[in-house]
């Protein structure tokens, strides 16, 4: 790890936890302000589907304090279309308030709640102005946008861990979802493609 990474760590106020993330969170009750999931890639590698399933979100939200935040990021080196509509169908089934970023270069960031976020929906004059130009420039969509985008597909569960065997159902005529392998460039092009001014979300929804 960068040295930069090690000091923060040591920090008087962090608490470095090394566990499986999944069975940590169902073996203690603490609620959070916002859980953060940044996987290592690939993330089709065996065992990575419990931290992508939509029982896995479920999980998530029961320990996240009322407007806790997830932030889930999604590289773009998933390796189909598919993967990603299921994946955030996944989180849409789960949160009311869902709404994709693109904060750094190679994938989208979505960011999910049991309530609006105030950057978007809270009250303008209590909002730093500064905050708000810098949240535009990274903002993509909101919920409606979100919905089509993953409409007919269906998300990832515990029963239906799509990541698992994924060469098996990349060797297949096409996989048992009926959507074919896109490749990883078309997830992001077609996110991009539903993105609409951060103003225009606020104002209509």
Not at 49 to 62: A, D, I, K, M, P
Not at 178 to 203: C, F, H, T, V
Request: one cysteine or more; glycine letters at 6%.
């Amino acid at each position: 790890h960068p040295p930069e990474v090690m000091t923060a760590l040591r920090a008087t106020n962090m608490h470095p936890v090394v566990n499986d993330a999944r069975n940590y969170l169902l073996l203690e009750d603490r609620k959070y302000d916002l859980i953060s999931i940044d996987p290592a890639p690939p993330i089709t590698q065996p065992g990575m589907v419990n931290l992508h399933t939509r029982e896995f979100y479920q999980l998530v939200r029961s320990r996240l304090k009322p407007g806790g935040v997830l932030c889930q990021r999604f590289s773009t080196n998933v390796d189909s279309e598919l993967f990603y509509k299921a994946l955030l169908r996944s989180i849409s089934d789960v949160f009311e308030d869902v709404t994709v970023w693109n904060f750094l270069a190679g994938g989208m960031d979505v960011i999910a709640s049991d309530a609006p976020l105030q950057v978007l929906h809270g009250q303008p004059e209590l909002i730093d102005p500064d905050l708000l130009v810098m949240a535009e420039k990274f903002f993509v969509c909101g919920g409606r946008e979100v919905a089509k985008y993953v409409e007919g597909v269906a998300p990832v569960t515990d029963d239906r861990p799509l990541l698992e065997y994924h060469l098996l159902r990349r060797l297949a005529a096409k996989c048992g979802y009926g959507s074919p392998w896109l490749g990883a460039g078309r997830n992001q092009e077609e996110l991009m493609s539903l993105k609409r001014p951060m103003e225009d979300y606020i104002r209509k929804e």
